[in-house]
């Protein structure tokens, strides 16, 4: 079974940090990407890692976050700092199948930036 389960959010103060994880199993993904939806806005991507490492983001939080990737643990991370209100939002990881032409999303996760 196919999964992705996402961990890490929470409530922060402006300028604060969390860290988001996604641990994968039941396949081997090839690009592993972070998205958020804001109340009443579109899903957005965030960042995007691929298995060889290379990395991209969102403008508006370059600088900011950083994706990661460890292999041994499956897992997925989103460090995210000096965080602003504009941040919350509900974080979604996804994933590319290797193997076939399909994608995997997780639950979500709550990160709200509030004083």
């Known amino acids: 079974q196919v999964q992705l389960a996402e961990t890490g959010g929470g409530l922060v103060q402006p300028g604060g940090s969390l860290r988001l994880s996604c641990t994968a199993s039941?396949?081997?993904?090839?690009?592993y990407r972070w998205y958020r939806e804001a109340p009443g806005k579109q899903r957005e991507l965030v960042a995007a890692?691929?298995?060889?490492?290379?990395?991209n983001y969102r403008d508006s939080v370059k600088g900011r976050f950083t994706i990661s990737r460890d292999a041994a643990k499956d897992t997925v991370y989103l460090q995210m700092n000096s965080l602003k209100p504009e941040d919350t939002a509900v974080y979604y990881c996804n994933a590319e199948d290797s193997f076939y032409p399909r994608d995997f999303w997780g639950q979500g996760t709550q990160v709200t930036v509030s004083s």
């Open positions: 890692i691929t298995n060889d490492g290379n990395t």
């Open positions: 039941g396949t081997i993904f090839k690009i």
